[in-house]
């Protein structure tokens, strides 16, 4: 199983909702990632668990509250959001954060497609 | 910290060849990678080339690696419709997390 699988690919929410984003992946990785990207944009990294831990934040607002119950699973918990956080959510897994071996490559979800109103 | 850059658009015809070019600041990376990307969907890894390779061949697709030059390029041979999507390359820097370019839109048409 090589696959990154996230629900919901659509979600569209009011700037008062609660609303989680989900990742899960079954390929033993104990890196994951929440990416951020708009239309015709590379991607922008947002957040890093490496073990289940909370490696790197990349300046996110407080709106964006990242969870990582186990090592197959990783949250992205949305409240408050504004309209210029519509965007593509991507999820994304890896061996590990550091690389032991040279075949670190990150392996990417579909995405969340998210559009706030 | 580590810097992409790729040009934004390509059209071709089909059947022609493509070649999508890269450039990257750091050269510590090991490992560099081309990942496509099409409408509405998330990022597909296509290939990639350790750095002490200078080429490397998977069927259609031939990644060709400049060190001196910190250029890498992505040949896509008989290119078809179904290539039409987004390129990203990406480049790991110092903390390993890959750095995206902006990605390169290839568009074919008949």
């Known amino acids: 199983d090589t696959e990154v699988t996230q629900t919901p690919k659509h979600l569209v929410m009011g700037m008062t909702n609660k609303k989680s984003l989900k990742c899960e992946q079954h390929?033993?990785?104990?890196?994951m990632y929440w990416y951020k990207q708009k239309a015709k944009k590379p991607p922008e990294l947002m957040f890093v668990?490496?073990?289940?831990?909370?490696?790197i934040n990349e300046s996110v607002p407080s709106r964006f509250s990242p969870e990582c119950p186990n090592s197959s699973l990783l949250n992205l918990h949305l409240h408050a959001l504004q309209p210029e956080d519509s965007a593509l959510y991507l999820c994304?897994?890896?061996?590990?954060?550091?690389?032991?071996?040279?075949?670190?490559?990150?392996?990417f979800g579909p995405g969340t497609r998210l559009t706030v109103l | 910290g580590e810097d992409v850059e790729q040009s934004l658009f390509l059209s071709v015809r089909e059947g022609d060849s493509s070649v999508i070019n890269c450039t990257y600041t750091?050269?510590?990376?090991?490992?560099l990678y081309w990942y496509k990307q099409e409408p509405g969907a998330g990022l597909q890894l296509l290939t990639y080339?350790?750095?002490?390779?200078d080429m490397k061949q998977d069927q259609r697709l031939t990644v060709l690696l400049n060190k001196k030059d910190k250029h890498l390029s992505l040949r896509i041979a008989d290119t078809q419709t179904g290539d039409s999507a987004i390129y990203f390359c990406?480049?790991?820097?110092?903390?390993?997390?890959?750095?995206f370019g902006r990605g390169t839109s290839l568009i074919v048409h008949p």
């Open positions: 990406a480049v790991p820097g110092g903390s390993y997390i890959p750095t």
């Open positions: 994304a897994s890896s061996q590990e954060l550091v690389p032991t071996r040279l075949d670190n490559e990150q392996f």
């Open positions: 080339i350790f750095s002490n390779m």
């Open positions: 750091d050269s510590s990376s090991t490992y």
């Open positions: 668990y490496s073990y289940e831990k909370l490696s």
């Open positions: 390929m033993g990785h104990r890196a």
